[in-house]
T-cell receptor, first 117, second 115 residues
């Protein structure tokens, strides 16, 4: 069963517009971690943010911000004032905290973000 | 501090052959995970090694195997290659026994093409 759902396949914006990426997850664990990764055309997955299930405080880090809501099992990610360099595929991922899940990330299908000048 | 290093970057193999991919984790990291990325199936977990022991395994056939050496470097092997094995293979290393609170750092991947 798909545990991480990213419903948006592709989002196209013009530079300086804000972009919000949706992520819905499913888990029975009470302790878990959520991640956002960026994958540029080079292929490497670049870590962006990580939150644990006990910390619903939403934060802003530079042009990135996230909205974590356990009540709706959502972990949305926003890029403010997008730039062409933000063009990439963005993945949401879940890691359950049990020892049998250590080292294992479950990824969503990814959202392609295209930022045009 | 050097990142996660995967070799080779690109590989072309013929159906039926076998292939070995290498992953050198960040110095001090002892957990190494492998993932397969394809357009159809997305990013899928293959297996994870810690201290030379496979702890977790994804839902892949036995043709996919791996190992980890005492210096934490890991290799994965695919035997009897099929066209569907064409993919980007990514590895990730982690500190702290691979617990998610330590995060996971990925390499640039090995792009395998089976012809």
């Amino acid at each position: 069963a798909q545990k991480v759902t990213q419903a948006q396949t592709e989002i196209s914006v013009v530079e300086k517009e804000d972009v919000t990426l949706d992520c819905v997850y499913e888990t029975r664990d009470t302790t878990y971690y959520l991640f956002w990764y960026k994958q540029p055309p080079s292929g490497e997955l670049v870590f962006l943010i990580r939150r644990n299930s006990f910390d619903e405080q939403n934060e802003i880090s530079g042009r990135y911000s996230w909205n974590f809501q356990k009540s709706t099992s959502s972990f949305n990610f926003t890029i403010t004032a997008s730039q062409v360099v933000d063009s990439a595929v963005y993945f949401c991922a879940l890691s359950e905290a049990g020892a049998d899940s250590w080292g294992k990330l479950q990824f969503g299908a990814g959202t392609q973000v295209v930022v045009t000048p | 501090k050097a990142g996660v290093t995967q070799t080779p970057r690109y590989l072309i193999k013929t159906r039926g052959q076998q292939v070995t991919l290498s992953c050198s984790p960040i110095s001090g990291h002892r957990s190494v995970s492998w993932y397969q990325q394809t357009p159809g199936q997305g990013l899928q977990f293959l297996f994870e090694y810690f201290s030379e022991t496979q702890r977790n395994k994804g839902n892949f056939p036995g043709r996919f195997s791996g190992r980890q050496f005492s210096n934490s470097r890991s290799e994965m092997n695919v035997s009897t290659l099929e066209l569907g094995d064409s993919a980007l293979y990514l590895c990730a290393s982690s500190n702290g026994q691979g617990r998610p609170n330590y995060g996971y750092t990925f390499g640039s991947g090995t792009r395998l093409t089976v012809v």
